[in-house]
Structures are given as structure tokens and as C-alpha cells.
């Protein structure tokens, strides 16, 4: 079991002693796992109730991006946890490349599609995910795709908000526990602009190009050929210091934007359904 470093609300230690017998109470799970700070502490808790009757399945296509599918391989192997790798096609599907408003939709379907194959498969009962009480708050229609395949959410059945995951991983030493929410590549582009791997491979490679001078949390909006970034409005003063503005502007031309622009009210979650 992973010791409790730190104390913890008298909520927040009912809800993690609620979610572990919940997960002993289960004969093996299958978690789809991303690497984000809600899935792997589903994934953590599982293989800490569980051991080999538990499984971390991730999801690998151009929306994700390489550096979070190494941070996810590292993550699964500190944990412990058999990790497994699958490839998934939703870029092929027009419910997905033509970005309608419910893309999430046709992504969770693709994904659970083989998660559930894999865990019948495989033998492993049940199939969670590390949907959250919040993520119940905001338009997610990749949700009701994993309602479908009859996915469980613990942390939304027990009433995790991302605050509680936060302080819970922290509390059991999980060095990824302030991770910053990364969604996957295509919520870069508005709904209706079409998402392929080339233009996806542009977002990738600004996004690090900007990582690489300090940033911590940054978002390259894709619209047309143009690029708009947003970054924390705290960190702002630092990009005017640190950053060439030339160099960059040069760069971000070499990989196809027409024009590079600021968002100057930062970054902000949810924007894109705003």
C-alpha cells in the first residue's frame, strides 16, 4: 500500500478509503489510462488493491503528444503497473477529422472499442477511466461514449473533485501530483476546422519549442494557418523578457503559421467550448 505522507481532510480520507474498497471489492480491472493526474491515480490505487489483476491501457495517435506518452510510460513504471500501448484510429473517422462539436464523442468510442476488446481479451473484468466530479460540470461527450461502453469512473462515483486528486496524490508521494491538465492536441483547433496529423504535428512542435524556454503550462490555438498562444497570465511578464520574439515568429513560420499571436487574457480551461 502507498503510505500517506501528508494529512489529509476527514472528507478527503473517507473518499480514499471508499475508493479502495471499492477497487479490493473488484475481481481485475482494465484502466484507460492517459497519464494525467485523474487516471493515474485510478491506475496507482488499482495496482495498490489489485496487483496483476490490474492493467493501464493507453491510447496512441498524433492527438498525443510524445513527451505525455513518455511522462505516461514513466509514470506506469514508477507505479509498478503493466502498461500496455494501443494504437487507435480516430483521425480516420469524419466524426473525429471533421471536428464536430462532439469529436470527444467519436475518440472515447475508438478507444473504448479496444480497451473492452483488450479486457475480455485479456481477462480482465472491468474496464475504468479517471472521469472526475468536475469533468461532470463541463460539455464532455466523450463521457457518455464511455457510459456506452460501460466504462465505471470511480472518482466521479465517489465524488472526487480535481482538487481532491490533487491533495490525495500529493499525500501519497506521487511526484506528478500538481501535473498540469494537458488535453489532447485536437482541442487546439474550433470546432469544424478540419484536425490531421500534419496539422497536428504543427501544434506539437510550437507547443515544445515554447516548453523549452521555461514555460509550464502553454497552448498553441490553431485557427487556419494561424497560431494564437496562451499561457498563464502569471508567466506573461516572463515571455516578454525571455523569449525572441523574431526567432520565434521565424520558427513557428517554418512549420506553417501565417501569422503568430498572443492571447493576452492567458490560459484559460474550457476556452474552447466557451
Known sequence: MFNQLEILSDEQSEKLYTIRRYIKN?????????????????????FEQLGRKAIAITGISP?????????ARSQAKWIGVKHLEIK???????????????????????????TTYLSQKLNYKIVLDGVNLDDLKDYRP???ASKQAGVISPLAKFKFSKQDIRDIS???????????????LSSRFPYGHEITSDRLKMVEKA?????????????????????????????????????????????????GFNCTSLDLEGLVSGKLNR
Open 26 to 46: 473488484l475481481e481485475s480491472v482494465c484502466i484507460a489510462y492517459s497519464g494525467g493526474v485523474d487516471s493515474t491515480l485510478v491506475t496507482s490505487l488499482a
Open 63 to 71: 492527438a498525443l503528444a510524445n513527451n505525455l506518452r513518455e511522462e
Open 88 to 114: 487507435t484510429l480516430e483521425l480516420d473517422q469524419p466524426s473525429y477529422n471533421k471536428n464536430p462539436k462532439d469529436r470527444c464523442f467519436a475518440c472515447k468510442k475508438e478507444l473504448h472499442k479496444h
Open 142 to 144: 466523450g463521457i457518455q
Open 170 to 184: 500529493r499525500a501519497l508521494g506521487f511526484p506528478w501530483w500538481d501535473k498540469p491538465a494537458q488535453p489532447c
Open 207 to 255: 507547443e515544445e519549442y515554447l516548453k523549452k524556454g521555461g514555460l509550464s503550462e502553454v497552448r498553441v490555438r490553431c485557427q487556419g494557418s494561424t497560431a494564437r498562444i496562451e499561457i498563464p497570465q502569471d508567466e506573461l511578464k516572463q515571455f516578454f523578457n525571455e523569449y525572441n520574439f523574431s526567432e520565434l515568429v521565424q520558427y513557428f513560420s517554418k512549420l
